[in-house]
């Protein structure tokens, strides 16, 4: 579930550009 959160960092990051 660790991964889940990084994955949504990710997106959040990349939509935040």
Known sequence: MQQNS???A???IC???
Do not use: S
Request: positive net charge.
């Open 10 to 12: 990710k997106h959040t």
């Open 6 to 8: 990084e994955l949504q």
């Open 15 to 17: 939509l935040r550009k």
